[in-house]
């Protein structure tokens, strides 16, 4: 019957996606068999047809050439060592709840055969930090999203700890009118940086302290020379001091680290043959200075002369 046939084709779309690969081919007759199971009594003409309309839907279905021909699904949408690669960066990240990278991780299973699946579970060991318990973040990452691409307002409460640890609302629960104008992924965390009413001017709140995020009518507040780019490279881990310019003298075999650091455009000169000055505009903050000291001495802050020795307060203190 019509029905029976189509019914067949998904069933044998289904289990060549699931169940082979480039290592575990299928023969006719496993396809027939895999048919018997679920009711279909069919003869080999009927995979060989059937085969040949998923080929040309455009299902790469590769064939062996032996005594007996056996089949496999060869490109994917997902290359394995690319599946990998995600299921890592889902493994590792501390924004993601440990029971949310495990639906993830099993959903990412579901795009390669069950041989390769297997091959996903793997486990990447982080240095000491927890992952969160709030899933409520996934909803407020959606929701900042969808306000930034409408240029509309959200409104939203923030939290912060006791020193028993213990989550309280900030400003005994003031909902904050926002309007975001960029997401920003920084040392595993997201920030939600945009025109804060509350404190006149751009800010930035971190996404998993956000909470009761919802949706305005309100027109989102614009700064048109608001640029999320250069906004991450002046205000190193989202501190919002001051941007003053920083005069830098640097040894010559770091460069590449300010240029990873501040771009190809960062303003430099030559000072002598083993030195040059970089002059850059960066907020003095204590992410700023630990930066500085990761060199150890060879950048040495110039001017002025309040960053310089609050640096040196920095390093007295952390002595």
């Known amino acids: 019957m019509k029905n029976e046939s189509q019914y067949g084709l998904l069933l044998l779309q289904r289990y060549l996606y699931e169940h082979t690969d480039d290592q575990h081919p299928a023969s006719v007759a496993d396809i027939l068999a895999f048919w018997q199971e679920h009711g279909i009594q069919a003869g080999r003409k009927s995979v060989y047809s059937a085969i040949e309309v998923l080929q040309s839907s455009g299902m790469d279905i590769v064939c062996v050439k032996s005594t007996q021909n ?21 493994e590792s990240s501390r ?21 390769h699946a ?14 969160p318990e709030n899933e409520y973040i996934y909803y407020s990452v959606d929701e900042i999203h969808n306000a930034i691409q409408k240029k509309r307002q959200i409104t939203f409460q923030y939290y912060e700890y006791t020193p028993q640890k213990e989550k309280i609302l900030k400003h005994n629960g003031y909902r904050y009118q926002f309007s975001p104008y960029a997401l920003i992924w920084s040392r595993d965390c997201y920030y939600a940086v945009g025109w804060s009413e509350k404190h006149g001017k751009i800010a930035q709140f971190r996404v998993d302290r956000m909470t009761a995020v919802e949706p305005l009518e309100h027109t989102a507040v614009q700064t048109p020379d608001f640029d ?22 640097c040894d010559n075999e770091i460069m590449r680290s300010v ?3 501040f ?16 002059t850059v505009e960066v907020a003095p903050s204590p992410p700023f200075f630990s930066w500085v000291f990761t060199f150890s001495g060879k950048i040495r802050i110039v001017s002025p002369a309040a960053v310089l020795e609050e640096m040196r307060d920095m390093a007295a203190w952390l002595k």
Do not use: W
């Not at 994917?76 to 890592?88: H, I, T």
């Open 70 to 90: 056996r089949y496999f699904v060869g490109e994917r949408l997902f290359e394995l060592p690319e599946l990998k690669l995600l299921v890592d960066a889902v």
């Open 95 to 115: 924004f993601i709840t440990a029971k949310k990278s495990e639906r993830l991780i099993e959903k990412l299973g579901k795009l390669t055969s069950e041989s």
């Open 118 to 131: 297997r091959q996903l579970d793997r486990h990447i060991y982080m240095d000491g930090t927890a992952k």
């Open 228 to 249: 999320p780019a250069e906004y991450v490279r002046k205000v190193f881990g989202m501190y919002p001091d001051n941007l003053c310019t920083v005069e830098l003298l």
């Open 259 to 261: 240029i990873d650091r």
């Open 263 to 278: 771009g190809e455009n960062v303003q430099t000169e030559t000072v002598d043959e083993q030195h040059f000055r970089a």
